[in-house]
T-cell receptor
């Protein structure tokens, strides 16, 4: 049990498909994140949700659509993706606000391949 | 903009030996946090150690310690008594103050030889 669970672990989709990535955190945190990890590049922050409100959209193309129905769940809806979107997508959570901000806790990621 | 640089794409260490991974960062801020994360083949990013910039004392977690040189903007990770399970990608990360987002370096792949 990692505290942050991502499903599916692997996903292969065509460019015309619609799919969703799911993330669930069991840590009682109030902030959740989507990161994209491509080969030989630093992790790229995509979206941040704080208390279910989106506080960051790091110039992500509209073919990626996040959804945060509550502070424990985060989705990334995918549609009409491009092959260059193939990457490892990592979800993370943290506790924000107050005197102490926790480090980010990550899930195991979803390996996405766009064909 | 803040940047994090890891100049060693790959490193190798003999089991039981010590290895140091380098990290430098660029910022004009005085209040920030630095982190080292480990990413084994399981892909989960695991926090190894963190350092608050206002603390002069170097952080230590068991076999892991850092050499934090604030003036030089350097934050290296030392792994003592290396174990096979230490083999992983190691990422250095920077966070501005208490509200900023994490900025990662490109990572260093560490191999441990038996």
């Amino acid at each position: 049990e990692t505290g942050v669970t991502q499903t599916p672990r692997h996903l292969v989709m065509g460019m015309t498909n619609k799919k969703s990535l799911k993330c669930e955190q069991h840590l009682g945190h109030n902030a959740m994140y989507w990161y994209k990890q491509s080969a030989k590049k630093p992790l790229e922050l995509m979206f941040v949700y704080n208390f279910k409100e989106q506080t960051e959209n790091n110039s992500v193309p509209s073919r990626f659509s996040p959804e945060c129905p509550n502070s424990s769940h985060l989705f990334l809806h995918l549609h009409t993706l491009q092959p260059e979107d193939s990457a490892l997508y990592l979800c993370a959570s943290s506790q924000e606000g107050g005197l102490y901000n926790s480090p980010l806790h990550f899930g195991n990621g979803t390996r996405l391949t766009v064909t | 903009a803040q940047t994090v640089t890891q100049s060693q794409p790959e490193m190798s260490v003999q089991e039981a030996e010590t290895v140091t991974l380098s990290c430098t960062y660029d910022t004009s801020e005085s209040d920030y946090y630095l982190f080292w994360y480990k990413q084994p083949p399981s892909r989960q990013m695991i926090l190894v150690i963190r350092q608050e910039a206002y603390k002069q004392q170097n952080a230590t977690e068991n076999r892991f310690s850092v050499n934090f040189q604030k003036a030089a903007k350097s934050f290296s990770l030392k792994i003592s008594d290396s174990q096979l399970g230490d083999a992983a990608m190691y990422f250095c990360a920077y966070r501005e103050g208490s509200q900023g987002n994490l900025i990662f370096g490109k990572g260093t792949k560490l191999s441990v030889k038996p």
